[in-house]
Nanobody, 122 residues
Framework: QVQLIESGGGLVQAGGSLRLSCAAS????????MAWFRQAPGKEREFVAT????????GYADSVKGRFTISRENAKNTVALQMNSLKPEDTAIYYC???????????????WGQGTQVTVSS
């Protein structure tokens, strides 16, 4: 089992920044590919960003490319999502996710966090 706990959400004005963090425990963190997803009210959960176990491979949804940056620190068992130039449409619950498969983490991760709310006001 892998336990994931997100933090860093909050209320921010459009154009502002937030940094989300996800702390992992339970298994060898560096074995896992990690991802961030989000779910806006009335919408399905969607992929946001992913990072491989080494950090060498990174991917983003088109909607956040150039504004969001995913990173990880294996020594601290954490993965972060730096969000800049936030827009009201970024408002959602943001979830951290993990999988041993780099391909699977984008679609059906094995483990999920509880989520953290991000609200962007216009």
């Amino acid at each position: 089992q892998v336990q994931l706990i997100e933090s860093g959400g909050g209320l921010v004005q459009a154009g502002g920044s937030l940094r989300l963090s996800c702390a992992a425990s339970g298994r060898t963190f560096s074995d896992y590919s990690m991802a961030w997803f989000r779910q806006a009210p009335g919408k399905e959960r969607e992929f946001v960003a992913t990072i491989s176990w080494s950090g060498a491979s990174i991917g983003y949804a088109d909607s956040v490319k150039g504004r969001f940056t995913i990173s990880r620190e294996n020594a601290k068992n954490t993965v972060a999502l730096q969000m800049n130039s936030l827009k009201p449409e970024d408002t959602a619950i943001y979830y951290c996710a993990a999988s041993l498969s780099a391909a699977r983490v984008r679609t059906t991760p094995n483990y999920w966090g509880q989520g953290t709310q991000v609200t962007v006001s216009s």
